[in-house]
Structure formats: C-alpha cells, structure tokens
C-alpha cells in the first residue's frame, strides 16, 4: 500500500529494477491515482488529453481519468514478483472512478524486456479515460482516448519497437 487514500495526489516510487522506456532507464516513477506512472516529473493531472500531451512527459497512462482512492478499500498498490533478472513490478489501482463508480486495473513492468502491460478488471470501457505510451509531447502510442475499447479481463501489452524521432 503506497499510502494514497486521496483525490489528485501521488508519489515518487523506487524500482525494484532499473526500467527502460523509450529508450531511458529510470529507478524511479510518480505514481498518480489518476491512473498513470510518470517518469520524468511529479505531475497531479486528474482530466487527461488524448496522447501525445504536453501535459505529461515519459509516461505510462493505464486509465488516465479522474480516479478518487479516498474511499474504504481503495488505494495504489505495488508488489514485485519472480527472481532476478525475470522479475515483474506491479501497480494495482483500486479507485473509484466519477463516471461509473468503482474501477480497478494493473501496469506490469517486466524485468529487462521493456514490455510494458496493463491489465483491466472493473471497468466502464474507459469512456473518458486516456489509455497509452508517451515518450514526450509530441510522441507516443495510444490505445484509447475517450472511446470505450476496455473490457473487463483484457490485456494490453506494449512491446518496445524502434526508438522515437526527438522531440522538434
């Protein structure tokens, strides 16, 4: 339990490995309870935009929506499982969503792969919610944005390709 029981907060976590995301290795990340990790700065964004946005930078958004934990059983959990250099860092978010009530979903980090998955149990389709890769304010991979193509149980999983083009 990270401790965020909250609306619109987050906090800095370590890895328990070093994570590389397009092309950049961190031993950190912000985690929000509006549902992403960012790795480049410590953000509160509770309305998303569709990716890519200035208003993130690095970023993991796996239901990037107005998302409460302030209530009875909900919060952002993290747990590490495997062995060294197969382990897998895990982000639970038990939240109450504004739109439809109560939302819960997983990013899974893999050790030494890049491969980055997001997996969904309750959930409203993701009907405003921002689901996706960004590299920076003018790249990223997005899976949703506002059009609901969550269902409850799928797995999303990003396998790293070729290194994004700068940023201009």
Same mark, same amino acid.
């Given at each position: 339990d990270l401790g965020l029981h909250c609306d619109d907060c987050g906090t800095r976590v370590q890895l328990p490995f070093?994570?590389?995301l397009y092309n950049?290795?961190?031993s950190s990340a912000w985690v929000n309870v !509006?549902?992403?990790l960012e790795f480049q700065y410590d953000e509160d964004e509770d309305l998303p935009?569709?990716?890519?946005t200035p208003r993130l930078g690095r970023a993991i958004a796996a239901f990037w929506w107005d998302l409460n934990t302030s209530y009875a059983g909900d919060g952002v959990f993290t747990a590490t499982t495997g062995?060294?250099?197969h382990r897998q860092f895990v982000v639970e978010w038990r939240a109450y969503n504004v739109t439809s009530g109560f939302t819960d979903f997983e990013v899974v980090l893999a050790e030494g792969s890049g491969v980055v998955s997001m997996i969904y149990g309750s959930t409203d389709g993701g009907q405003h919610s921002t689901v996706g890769l960004q590299a920076h304010s003018t790249f990223g991979d997005q899976y949703e944005?506002? !059009?609901?193509r969550l269902s409850?149980?799928?797995?999303?999983d990003y396998v790293p390709g070729p290194p994004?083009?700068?940023p201009p």
């Open positions: 070093p994570f590389t950049h290795t961190y !509006n549902g992403y935009s569709c990716i890519p062995t060294a250099p944005c506002g !059009n609901p409850d149980g799928l797995r999303v994004p083009p700068p």
